[in-house]
C-alpha cells in the first residue's frame, strides 16, 4: 500500500533512500506490522544492532536516542547490568521449568511482589508471555469466573474504539483498531460490543493530562448494557490510558463512571495495562494514578524491562477464590502456556523489579512528567500540528494528514528523525514518544526540538 502510493506520492527525501542495502539480507523475514517492501529497500538506517541505556546504534552506525523506550517495554535502559546478570546466571541454574504441575522459587516470589506493587485488594497473578496472551487470559478468566458462580449467560465482552489489546483472537475482537479486525472479520469473537472512544479534538485539543471533557461517555456503557442485559455481559476491557490509539488519555471522571456502572451490573472491570503497568505513569500501575481499582489487569512489557517476554493477569481474591471450588486434586482453569512462568523471564522481572526500586524508577518518571508536558506542548502552532497530548511519562503530537495514504506525514517526520538521531514512534498521523525513565531533562527537550526540526521540514 504505502509503496504504490510512493509511486503517486513521491516523498522529497526519496533520492536519498539507496535502493537496496547489500550487506543486509532481508528477504526471507516477514516483518509485522511493518511496510516490509519498503523497508527492504534501506534496511541499514533500520536494523538495530546494539542497545546501551538511552540509545540504540543502527547498522550504519548512527546513534538513536530510543523516544519510546523500545515499544514501551524498555524505560530502564538497554543493557542494564543487574538484568542482564540475573538472565545470565539464571541460564545457569535453572533455564527452563516445567509450567503445569511445577513450580520454581522465583514465579512464586514475583507473583507476590506484583501483588505488592498493585493496588490494595488484589491478589493473585496468572502468567503469561507477551500482551496479546495477556489479554486473552483476562477475558477467559472473565468469562470462566461467571460460568463458576453459576452465572453462565454472562457471555459478552465489551471493548472499547480505538482500543489496542494485542493480536490474539480475544484482543482483536475487544480491540477498537479498524485495520487490525478488517482482515481477519470471520475469527472476530461473536457478542462483544464497543463503547464510543473518548477523543474529541474539539473539545479537548492540546488538553494537558486528563481533559475535563468527556466522562459522560462512560455513561455509554449503560445504554450497552441495557440494550443487551446485564446478565448477559461479563466484562468490560479498557486501557486506562490508550496507548497505541495515540496516548488517548481518559477524561477526568470518565473511569470512575466505568467503575460504578461495572460494579451496579455485576461486570467485571478489566485494565489493560500492558504498557501503563510498571511506572509510565509515574505510580506502578495506571490503577493507583487514576484511583480507581480494576477487577483484573493486564500486564506485560516493563515488568522485564523488555528483556525476555513476559506477561500476566492480576486478579481480585474473590475470582481466584471462585475456581477454588471441588475435589483438590482437579484442575481448576484449563489454561496456560508452556512458558507461564519461565525461570528465566522470573529472574528479569526481579532484576528489574529490584532496579525499579533501587532507581527509584516511578518517582523519576513523575519528576520527568512535567517536563516532557511543557515541552511537548511548546510544539503547538508548529506547521500541521492538531493536537498534544500527554499523561505520565507519554505524549503524542498529532499532525493533520497530507494528501495520500493516511500515515505519509508522520512517516517523513519518522525518517527525518531517524537521520537527527531521534527514533520516534508513529502510528497514522501520530507521533508517540514515552522515553526511557533513565532520561535526562536535556535529552527530553532535545528529542522535542529535534521534533520540532523535523515536523518543520517533513511537509
Ligand atoms: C495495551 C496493550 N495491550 C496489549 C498489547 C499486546 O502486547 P504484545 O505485543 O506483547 O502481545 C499491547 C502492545 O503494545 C498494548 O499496548
Known amino acids: 500500500m504505502v509503496q504504490l502510493a510512493l509511486r503517486k506520492f513521491p516523498m522529497k527525501h526519496e533520492a536519498r533512500a539507496p535502493r537496496q542495502d547489500s550487506a543486509v539480507r532481508t528477504d526471507a523475514y516477514w516483518m509485522p506490522f511493518t511496510h516490509n517492501r519498503y523497508f527492504k529497500r534501506s534496511p541499514a538506517s533500520r536494523t538495530l544492532v546494539r542497545a546501551e541505556g538511552a540509545y540504540y546504534t543502527a547498522a550504519d552506525g548512527r546513534r538513536l536516542f530510543d523516544c519510546l523506550s523500545g515499544l514501551w517495554c524498555c524505560p530502564l535502559g538497554h543493557a542494564h547490568p543487574k538484568i542482564a546478570e540475573a538472565v545470565a546466571k539464571q541460564l545457569k541454574e535453572l533455564d527452563y521449568s516445567p509450567a503445569f504441575q511445577m513450580g520454581h522459587p522465583k514465579i512464586f516470589s514475583l507473583a507476590e511482589r506484583i501483588v505488592e506493587l498493585a493496588p490494595k485488594g488484589m491478589s493473585q497473578v496468572f502468567f503469561a508471555n507477551s500482551g496479546s496472551e495477556a489479554v486473552d487470559t483476562a477475558l477467559k478468566i472473565a468469562v470462566a469466573y461467571h460460568r463458576a458462580r453459576g452465572e453462565a449467560s454472562r457471555t459478552r465482552l ?13 484482543g482483536i475482537s475487544v480491540g477498537g483498531i479498524a485495520s487490525n479486525r478488517k482482515m481477519f472479520a470471520p475469527l ?3 457478542g462483544v460490543d464497543h463503547l464510543p472512544h473518548t477523543h474529541n479534538p474539539a473539545q479537548m485539543a492540546f488538553s494537558r493530562g486528563q481533559p475535563k471533557w468527556g466522562a459522560h461517555l462512560a455513561d455509554e456503557l449503560e445504554r450497552i448494557i441495557a440494550l443487551h442485559d446485564a446478565s448477559t455481559v461479563a466484562a468490560v476491557i479498557v486501557e486506562p490510558m490508550q496507548g497505541s490509539g495515540g496516548v488517548i488519555v481518559p477524561p477526568a471522571g470518565y473511569l470512575e463512571r466505568l467503575r460504578a456502572i461495572c460494579d451496579r451490573h455485576g461486570i467485571l472491570l478489566i485494565f489493560d495495562e500492558v504498557i501503563t503497568g510498571f511506572g509510565r505513569l509515574g505510580e506502578p500501575f495506571g490503577a493507583q494514578r487514576f484511583g480507581i481499582t480494576p477487577d483484573l489487569i493486564a500486564f506485560a512489557k516493563i515488568v522485564t524491562n523488555g528483556t525476555i517476554p513476559m506477561g500476566g493477569v492480576i486478579v481480585k481474591p474473590a475470582i481466584y477464590e471462585a475456581f477454588m471450588t471441588g475435589p483438590e486434586t482437579a484442575i481448576e482453569l484449563f489454561h496456560g502456556y508452556t512458558y507461564s512462568g519461565h525461570p528465566v523471564a522470573a529472574a528479569a522481572a526481579h532484576a528489574a523489579l529490584d532496579a525499579m526500586a533501587e532507581e527509584d524508577s516511578f518517582k523519576r ?5 512535567p517536563l516532557l508536558e511543557q515541552a511537548v506542548h511548546s510544539l503547538r502552532g508548529e506547521p500541521g500540528v492538531v493536537d498534544i497530548r500527554n499523561i505520565g ?3 503524542a503530537v498529532e499532525l493533520e494528514p497530507v494528501p495520500g495514504p493516511p500515515g ?3 512517516l517523513r517526520v519518522f525518517e527525518r528523525g531517524m537521520e537527527e538521531g531521534m527514533l520516534y514512534r508513529f502510528t497514522g498521523d501520530t507521533i508517540a514518544m514515552a522515553p526511557p525513565f533513565i532520561s535526562t531533562g536535556a535529552e527530553i527537550e532535545t528529542m522535542i526540538e ?6 518543520r521540514t517533513a511537509r
Open 158 to 170: 465489551i471493548g472499547r474504539e480505538r482500543g489496542y489489546h494485542g493480536v490474539g483472537i480475544g
Open 393 to 395: 511519562l507519554a505524549a
Open 408 to 410: 505519509m506525514r508522520a
Open 188 to 190: 472476530l469473537v461473536p
Open 450 to 455: 529535534k521534533l520540532r526540526a523535523a515536523i
Open 365 to 369: 518518571a513523575r519528576e520527568l512528567e
